[in-house]
């Protein structure tokens, strides 16, 4: 699987999009990239997945480069409790590995 | 659905003993996948099944561990004997692949393992 790099912290005012960058330059062309939350205390959440194209669901978009290295999540209104870990995960088979993730805190 | 159960939430156990973690998967789903995570080491895959089967154990760390699936609906994974160095927490996982979202996973809430 491709190695992921993510900034370690980021902070984001309440009602103010989130922007939580993934740099993935060593991805292959049949590898997803997936995006995972944890909340403190409790079990990571499945938020957004993409191959090549753009996404969007009720929880984020994923906004995934032309060359695929990199992409970004993007949380378009924050609130207090979107504060947890963000993992970005790029895999092509049955495991996710999951790497350090980046801590948003979301403040008033 | 109930989602993912795991049981119990909570287990502190004294070095040397054994110490059995349960799962319930979502009704359906075909994976299943048994996570540990401490501060030093993040998040790690120990185990993970596939209609039952056991697919691939590389993150179990030593002979202490084991991990059973009898059937669809149950799994359990069990230390022994136990170690201080076992205390974590302990997610269970679960997943359906349709061809679209292959890798999406539904976690249960964990079981926080103390030994002393």
């Known amino acids: 699987d491709a190695k992921t790099t993510q900034p370690p912290s980021m902070d984001c005012a309440e009602g103010r999009a989130a922007n939580l960058p993934c740099n993935h330059s060593t991805i292959s062309g049949n590898e997803y990239v997936y995006w995972y939350r944890q909340i403190h205390s409790q079990g990571p959440q499945y938020i957004i997945h993409?191959?090549?194209n753009n996404e969007t669901n009720e929880m984020a978009s994923l906004i995934i480069t032309e060359d695929r290295k990199s992409s970004t999540l993007i949380l378009p209104h924050a609130t207090l409790r979107d504060t947890a870990v963000y993992y970005c995960?790029?895999?092509?088979?049955?495991?996710?590995?999951f790497g350090t993730g980046t801590r948003l805190q979301v403040f008033p | 659905d109930a989602g993912v159960i795991q049981s119990p939430r909570h287990e502190v156990t004294e070095m040397g003993q054994e110490v059995t973690l349960r799962c319930k998967p979502i009704?359906?789903?075909?994976?299943l996948f048994w996570y540990r995570q401490t501060m030093m080491r993040g998040l790690e895959l120990l185990i993970y099944?596939?209609?039952?089967?056991?697919?691939?154990d590389s993150g179990m760390p030593e002979d202490r561990f084991s991990a059973k699936m009898p059937n669809a609906s149950f799994s359990t994974l069990k230390i022994q004997p136990s170690e201080p160095r076992d205390s974590a927490v302990y997610f269970c996982?679960?997943?359906?692949?349709?061809?679209?979202?292959?890798?999406?996973?539904?976690f249960g809430p964990g079981t926080r393992l103390t030994v002393t």
């Open positions: 996982a679960s997943s359906l692949v349709p061809t679209r979202s292959p890798y999406e996973q539904y």
């Open positions: 995960i790029v895999t092509y088979t049955d495991k996710l590995i």
């Open positions: 099944f596939n209609n039952n089967v056991p697919i691939d």
């Open positions: 009704s359906g789903h075909d994976y």
């Open positions: 993409g191959l090549k």
